[in-house]
């Protein structure tokens, strides 16, 4: 009876955040059905030359394994009604932003979790967004408080 | 088998307008999921500093807030087969004409609710609805009839 | 596991037509869902002032009725995969073409049924039609060929 | 740098209306480009077999011409700010009602012209239209008020 | 060769502000075309009546008024670059509100205009705003910015 | 819980390579709904006659019957999350790349089957897909990558 | 003041039809825009490594050239009214159905040119147009009734 | 006559890759016209509170900026044909990448300007383009053979 309400999780793949929301939202008992890309490194990347062959100039190994994973990514965006996307501390994360940037060209509510540290560099990005978070925990308590009207630490539910 | 119908009621949060939808619609057996924005009035106002952290000045309290309410409204908004909204006697209620113009964009079927007395003032909302109504049992009687063919007092069903 | 094709069925409401591809659609068991819009005349005219309010001038009451209707047809021609459009012999029937046209506009595949008497006038519906169709059993079996891709008298199902 | 708004024409080809409405359109001095479908009965019939190759069947003689004509109809429409639909005395006039439903799918403005006598028959097409209008002259009026702000007799301009 | 960039000016009826927003546009060079609903009140009011015959309900007077301004309206609001809406001291403004919605879910970027007193009450509204202002003069130098690149103040155009 | 795929078929009809990814994607378990236009050739070509009633002209022969698929292909077309287009050794199969196109206007995951002597003749179509596969086997690991996250080989599952 | 109508004339490089079209078309004065890929099929093929560096796979040299070419033929067909597509005598030629696939699910109306030899394998791409040619001079016929309303032969211009 | 193509320049701010586009685009005389974000760092950085007023938390600093610059990147970027994307060496230049993935949503076409070294961080982003180049230069080539047909150091024109 309930809408179960997609959320994709773009974004950073070298720490648990997915993990974190993940947790909080089957604690909470939310109706969450929870997407992401292929996190496994190796996997995303090698993607394409695994299946359909290899490449001997690295810029077109990268392009058919880019261009399979975008067809989850790119499916799931589209089917998902909240966006999160998070910026590690590391790396250029282009992906991430360009997630980002995807998702608000296509209306979705954007949600975005970062340090504070990179409140500046992603300006852009958090300008678009309709939460800006720095704990992946925030991130499961928006969804909650979205999709339950209760806050955290309230005793109604 | 039958279509179950998603019904957003916006607007005025003071009286128990959704409430008399509600039982009328589970009365009539009728196939609605009705939905709705956080009609808590101070979790709604506070949602935003409450989870993702305090805001010295009061605008960006509040815009905080705001547009965490707009990951709900819009979504729900984005999913239902009809809008309802209704505007109460008091305050300015900018929210409720403003979810009626977005729902109008959509092309969503848009029913208004109001007394006579601010008929000129809601002329343009009124003007891009389908139907106009004083009571919450008036909803629930074009609802059924909507979604039935039945009108009230028939024997048909 | 198998797509309920979704049908909407518009114009005459005079002889048994719908009743005759419903009729047909569940002999053969097909996974279709019909809808249509209310199809008793005295309730369709008179379902705005009877559930809104009475109005003096014919002018709007029809126009309240017609708009109340519309939150039906629209939600039902937005939501189907194919909308079948039946002209008859007798009245206008300007709002059996005018659902043609919106539904034309939306991109949906439209089947028309009528005799071929009225094929010179009607050349702009059919014109914008996948199939154009004299009998009821015809437009079943159209939704038969399409959805099992079994053509009637064929052994295979 | 004022804008000119693009005005479609739609509907019943056999009175002067088109002319009357270009008239006063010119001679209140409106920035205002005029479009229409074929309005030469013949031409409109046989322009697909003209131009195309004869048919034996006159179906496909009429579906010949009706989609030669759709080419110009649609892309006219699609690019109309406001659509204008006249319904006459006589004839079925069906590709009026289908040029309305297609115009109102899009979300054009729509303006309905036609005799009080048709009010009935015309009400679901007239509860999709911004304006109903009963005479020619009353078209060119809400044109010249939509677009100037003045009404007619006032002494602005 | 440059952009000409559409703006509509929404709300408020009753003070200068369209005024002065043209006047420092103008004074400024900047490529803007500006637009507007009917500011005269009666005029606004009265028209649909005056044009299409008048109504003894007053509901029906204000509603044909209401559709043939939004004839005006909406055909701007969609043609527009960028819509700003101003909220005044007075009155309900809810079709300044259902302006600020209807623009919202067109993807428009939209300018609001107002005092802090009406902060809180606005800030669904403001939370879908590129930019919140106080004074007109501010919406020109907004608009300056974006069409220029150069801040007021600067020396470098 | 878990989404299920809508991938659609399109193309050659002469070999077993539908049967060979349905067989591939079974065996692995795969949340996919596989749909495809109607592949009895006999059958697919003469359906609009058998059901509408014959036509002497080859041409309508034809037209009846391709209008009559399409309502089946352009729905699934419509519906589907992936769309797979096959290009075999014989035939000009105009309608396969007819598909690809549509499918590509339409935002679709394309991935396209050929043997790589095809490669030129098919550069448009390929670079509008996001995996060009030789074998059909291939597809159905493309199709489990993106729904699993593993590759074929791989223990993970 | 008129329309320019801009019409895309795609497919078959190696017969002068798209001369034949642009004749017809300045002979009789019509307000058209010609856009079109380009034609010389050495300089289509290799653009891409031309510019953006050379490939030693002929996939990838290809696919760089078919993707420099999209962003002028997806550019000029999303700006076309009109989209023709010729199919030649020789060559696979799937591009030229791609581009029929495209403008389709675009809703643009088609125009398809080809000798009656190949109606059978064209028959779903023909089923997509509002016309259906076998001289380029027809086309341009087609383009004057279309916008000027004047059959061929007849005096009234 | 011939069409003006819209190409909006989006990325890094530090080089002078913009003026050397602009220069080869005059040079050939191509029928183009350039647009960009605000390029002064400064300016578009305190643009927000300098037209606003000032904040004191940096977070709504760069927020109240950010979302006036949006007013005119979303602007330019919704009306460009082509979209080109510069990635330069510092910086985490995550606004580009966000546009990149906003100009893809909508379809546009995208050109991606970056060093080889950077080709693996930026694969989802190449993936979603039609044209990788190193060189501004490159751009230019591509913008001229899209748009005139003619390869560089051809001598037809």
Request: aromatic letters at 8%.
């Amino acid at each position: 009876m309930s809408k179960t309400w997609r959320v994709y999780l773009s974004g950073e793949i070298h720490s648990d955040w997915r993990e974190r929301i993940e947790g909080a939202v089957q604690a909470a008992g939310l109706p969450v059905a929870l997407s992401a890309p292929v996190t496994d490194h190796a996997t995303s990347d090698d993607c394409g030359v695994r299946i359909l062959g290899a490449e001997q100039n690295p810029f077109w190994h990268d392009n058919k394994g880019a261009k399979m994973n975008a067809i989850r990514t790119r499916t799931l965006i589209g089917d998902a009604d909240v966006v999160v996307v998070r910026f590690g501390e590391k790396y250029k994360q282009w992906n991430a932003a360009f997630d980002a940037g995807f998702a608000a060209a296509l209306g979705k509510p954007l949600i975005v979790l970062h340090l504070p540290e990179h409140s500046h560099a992603l300006k852009e990005v958090d300008a678009a967004a309709l939460a800006v978070a720095e704990e992946p925990e925030q991130v499961a308590q928006v969804l909650s408080y979205v999709i339950t009207g209760e806050l955290p630490g309230s005793n109604a539910t």
